[in-house]
């Protein structure tokens, strides 16, 4: 299964509703510097709801809406090859914002897309996203934490955190 399309619409630097198609196999995203390719990823974990885990570098959930479009929602939504749709909104209000998710288009609770999504291993505190910078990070930590991350990967870390939990009890 893979991503076949995303929409954005008013997230962070994409003021107009902009579709990005996936094909089948690798695509690169190329531009200068502040062009907005980070952003797309962004989205992706936006819609997604990883965004626990990884920030999406802002500081609120309604920094993520557009500056200059004077809209007060942001919408990302992503397609998959299998036909799932998964979308998600955020809108500002006087005090604070609402969040809406779906899956193909019914709306639901946050939590099932989590779940719907790791039924497919992807998991909020797994490392399905490589984000800029993370290579260093990892080269440079030490080998015992880099050799969590490859527990994390292999999902041998979830074996492990059962086992202390029933030498516990
Ligand atoms: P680099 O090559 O340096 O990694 P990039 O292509 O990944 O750059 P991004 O980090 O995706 O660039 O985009 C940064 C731009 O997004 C900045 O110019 C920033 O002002 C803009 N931006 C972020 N949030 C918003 C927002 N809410 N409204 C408008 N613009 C925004
Ligand atoms: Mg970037």
Avoid: W
């Avoid at 510097?33 to 570098?57: C, E, M, T």
């Avoid at 005090?95 to 639901?108: D, H, I």
Wanted: proline fraction near 2%.
């Amino acid at each position: 299964m893979h991503i076949t399309g995303l929409e954005i619409d008013n997230f962070k630097s994409f003021s107009k509703k902009t579709k990005i198609p996936f094909l089948e196999g690798f695509t690169v995203i190329s531009g200068p510097n502040g062009s907005g390719k980070s952003n797309i990823i962004d989205s992706i974990l936006f819609v997604l709801a990883l965004s626990s885990s990884r920030n999406l570098r802002a500081e609120k959930l309604t920094d993520l809406i557009n500056l200059n479009s004077g809209r007060n929602t942001a919408e990302v939504a992503l397609e998959f090859s299998d036909g799932t749709k998964i979308r998600r909104r955020i809108k500002r209000t006087g005090n604070g914002y609402y969040s809406y998710n779906y899956l193909n288009e019914r709306l639901c609770k946050q939590s099932d897309i989590v779940d719907h999504l790791a039924k497919h291993g992807i998991k909020p505190h797994g490392y399905n996203v490589v984000m800029q910078g993370d290579v260093t990070r990892i080269m440079e930590m030490s080998d015992f934490e880099r050799r969590k991350i490859i527990d994390e990967i292999a999902g041998v870390a979830e074996f492990d955190t059962k086992k202390q939990q029933s030498l516990a009890e």
